[in-house]
């Protein structure tokens, strides 16, 4: 069932890299506001200096409570916590000041969605040295908002353009990676992928699971994982109803799930993979600028930007906003239903 335009808490993430530039750009391109009421969970002066480097002539509304929010065409609603020194900002620098008032920004945002007073979060990227400079060991997004959540099973879905694939282990090695691929966790997975996949519209979504050994093993030539563990997992959650296909050879399974070539037309809606660069690599290939994160688990969604801070742009206003806007675009999207 659709409802209207959903709030989106859009976090500005770290303030010494291009969180606030990109943020101001994507809320000026055209129709976003037609999707949704942006409101900046940040800092009001850090996004005024980034209005001022963009070359922007939409204005800064400083508030303290979401009610307060107008959601006016020109204007960029920004929630404040105030805790940013512009005088102390190293911009393009790892500063711990920017590391805390990130990680307060995604705590607020959190605060906010399980309280219903925002119907999305949608993240700009933080810097994982800076976060643990000030003192929050984490490497990322999806751990902080897990921790924050008491959420246990979480996981990353990307997506660019048509390709959408999620993450049975994400931020460890390959050997910790590969101990990992197990039953559970893998029906797990599947579960969360076909969720959000219907929050995005699809109403019977196709998933394919990737093998972990070339050729998905060639019947046990190249490992037992698939045998033991991918293979029961897929069976099992056939046996629950999802439509899922697998354990599938991985050099194969993403050109099937996207259309071009020899295919008319993509014959899964996502791709289940076993490990972070198996799934990443075809995502950076296809939407390297224009890739969204999804992290699927959560009691709320949550999209964010495909890419760090890119210290090296801060402050040059010439940093690339189409992973926020798609950001913006899927969250607005997944929030309305």
Do not use: W
Request: aromatic content about 4%.
């Amino acid at each position: 069932m659709l409802k209207k335009k959903p709030i989106l808490g859009i976090t500005m993430g770290d303030a010494a890299g291009v969180g606030p530039e990109i943020i101001v750009m994507a809320l000026s391109q055209e129709g976003i506001r037609e999707m949704c009421n942006p409101l900046v969970i940040g800092d009001a002066a850090t996004m005024e200096a980034a209005l001022e480097i963009v070359g922007s002539l939409n204005r800064v509304d400083a508030l303290k409570t979401v009610s307060k929010a107008r959601f006016g065409k020109e204007l960029i609603e920004v929630l404040g916590l105030a805790n940013i020194d512009p005088t102390k900002l190293n911009r393009g620098k790892v500063d711990p000041m920017a590391g805390k008032a990130a990680y307060e920004y995604v705590k607020k945002a959190v605060e906010l969605a399980l309280a219903g007073e925002i119907d999305a979060i949608v993240t700009a990227p933080l810097n994982k040295e800076a976060l643990n400079a000030a003192g929050y060991r984490y490497s990322g997004h999806t751990e902080i908002l897990a921790d924050l959540c008491e959420a246990k099973d979480v996981t990353m879905m990307l997506v660019a353009g048509e390709l959408r694939v999620s993450h049975v282990t994400t931020h460890v090695s390959l050997r910790v990676a590969c101990d990992l691929v197990k039953k559970g966790r893998i029906l797990k997975v599947i579960e969360l992928t076909d969720r959000a996949l219907k929050r995005m519209g699809i109403e019977r979504p196709s998933i394919a699971v990737a093998g972990l050994n070339p050729h998905a093993s060639d019947g046990g030539l190249f490992g037992r994982e698939e045998m033991e563990e991918i293979e029961p997992a897929v069976e099992e959650a056939k046996r629950l109803g999802f439509d899922v296909t697998g354990p599938m050879p991985p050099d194969t399974v993403f050109y099937r799930a996207i259309k071009g070539g020899e295919i008319s037309r993509s014959q899964f809606d996502a791709v289940v993979a076993m490990y972070h660069d198996q799934g990443h690599i075809p995502i950076k290939l296809l939407g390297f600028f224009d890739g969204v994160n999804v992290t699927l688990g959560l009691p709320f969604i949550r999209t964010s930007v495909d890419h760090g801070t890119a210290f090296g742009k801060a402050g040059k206003g010439t940093a690339n906003p189409a992973s926020l806007i798609e950001a913006i675009k899927l969250g607005a999207k997944m929030a309305s239903r």
